[in-house]
C-alpha cells in the first residue's frame, strides 16, 4: 500500500481546521459530474460509463447526491461566502439535461449566493450540444462553455478514444456564441502519430472559430490507463519529449 501523504490525518465528518476556514477570501465552486459516455483511453480522472454505475451511482439520482454535498459544504464552511467561480467539469457534464445542471447552479445560489458576474462554466464534449441545449445553459445562468475539441485531425482523435466529428467544431462554437456565451476550446498535443503539421491543423481551426480563451495540455501518459496499457505493450509509442517541445513552443507563437 502506498504512504499517505504527509499532513493531518481529515476527520471523517467532513469538517475543516480552522486554517481552512478564513472568511476573508473568496470561493470557488468546483462540481464534478463523474459521467462519459465512453472512457478515453488516456484518462484517468474520476469517471464512469453507464455500464460501470452501480447501485446508488446513476444518473438519475445525481441532482440529489450533489444537492447533499452542497448542503454538507455549507455546513462544513459555516458562515455563507459567495461564489465568485463555478465550474462544472467531470467526466462530461453535459450528458446531463441542461435542466439538471441548471438545478445545481440554482442549489449552488440558494445555499451559498453567487456574485455579479462571476463566471459560471461547464466543460462539454462537442456531440453533447444542441443550440437549445446552450440556450438553456444561458436562461439557467452559465456564462462559459468549455469545448473539448481535443484535435482538428481524425485519426488522432481516434487514437484518444474521442467520438466526435471534428467537421462540427465550428457550428458547435457558433451555437455558444449565438446563445451569448463565451466559449474556449481545448486542445491536446503529443497525441502517439499526431504529426507537427497534425497539431498546426488543429491550433489553425481552432484560431478560425475564434474563441474567447484557447487551452493547449501535453499529453501526459498515465500507468493506469488503456493508453498507458498501450504503451507498455508497444502498440503506441511513448509521446516524444522534443516533439511536445516544439508542437508547445508552434503555439505559442502562432
Same mark, same amino acid.
Given at each position: 500500500? /502506498? ?5 493531518d490525518v481529515?476527520p ?6 480552522d486554517?481552512?476556514l478564513d ?11 463523474p459521467y462519459c459516455?465512453?472512457?478515453?483511453g ?6 464512469y ?5 452501480g447501485?446508488?451511482?446513476?444518473r438519475?439520482?445525481y441532482?440529489?447526491q450533489?444537492a447533499?454535498?452542497i448542503? !454538507?459544504?455549507?455546513?462544513?464552511l459555516?458562515?455563507?461566502?459567495? !461564489? ?10 453535459t !450528458?446531463l439535461?441542461?435542466?439538471v ?16 458576474g462571476a463566471e ?6 462537442p456531440?453533447?450540444?444542441? /443550440?437549445e ?8 445562468g452559465?456564462?462559459r462553455v ?5 484535435s482538428a ?5 481516434q487514437?484518444l478514444?474521442?467520438t ?7 457550428e458547435v462554437?457558433?451555437?455558444v456564441k449565438?446563445?451569448? !456565451?463565451q466559449?474556449?476550446?481545448d ?5 502517439p502519430?499526431e504529426?507537427?503539421d497534425d ?6 481551426v ?16 498515465e ?11 508497444g ?17 505559442d507563437?502562432?
Open positions: 500500500m /502506498p504512504a499517505q501523504p504527509q499532513g481529515p471523517l465528518d467532513g469538517s475543516l481546521p486554517s481552512a472568511s476573508s477570501g473568496t470561493l470557488a465552486a468546483y462540481v464534478h459530474v459516455r465512453v472512457r478515453c488516456y484518462c484517468d480522472f474520476n469517471t460509463t453507464a455500464t460501470e454505475l447501485e446508488g451511482a446513476n438519475e439520482d441532482p440529489d450533489i447533499s454535498e448542503d !454538507l459544504a455549507s455546513r462544513v459555516g458562515k455563507p461566502r459567495a !461564489l465568485n467561480t463555478v465550474f462544472f467539469g467531470g467526466g462530461t457534464p !450528458l439535461p441542461a435542466s445542471l441548471g438545478s445545481v447552479l440554482s442549489r449552488l445560489k440558494s445555499v451559498f449566493g453567487v456574485v455579479t459560471v462554466t461547464t466543460e462539454a464534449n456531440d453533447t450540444l444542441s /443550440p441545449y446552450v440556450g438553456e445553459l444561458a436562461r439557467s452559465f456564462t468549455s469545448v473539448g475539441m481535443q485531425v481524425g485519426h488522432v482523435l487514437t478514444d474521442r466526435h466529428d471534428p467537421d462540427r467544431i465550428p462554437v457558433a451555437w449565438d446563445a451569448g !456565451l466559449v474556449s476550446l486542445l491536446i498535443y503529443g497525441t502519430g504529426s507537427l497539431w498546426k491543423r488543429s491550433v489553425d481552432a484560431l478560425e472559430c475564434e474563441p474567447d480563451h484557447i487551452s493547449a495540455y501535453s499529453l501526459i501518459v500507468p493506469g490507463t488503456k493508453m498507458g496499457a498501450q504503451v507498455r505493450r502498440e503506441l509509442p511513448m509521446p516524444d519529449e522534443d516533439d511536445l517541445a516544439d508542437k508547445y513552443e508552434w503555439a507563437s502562432a
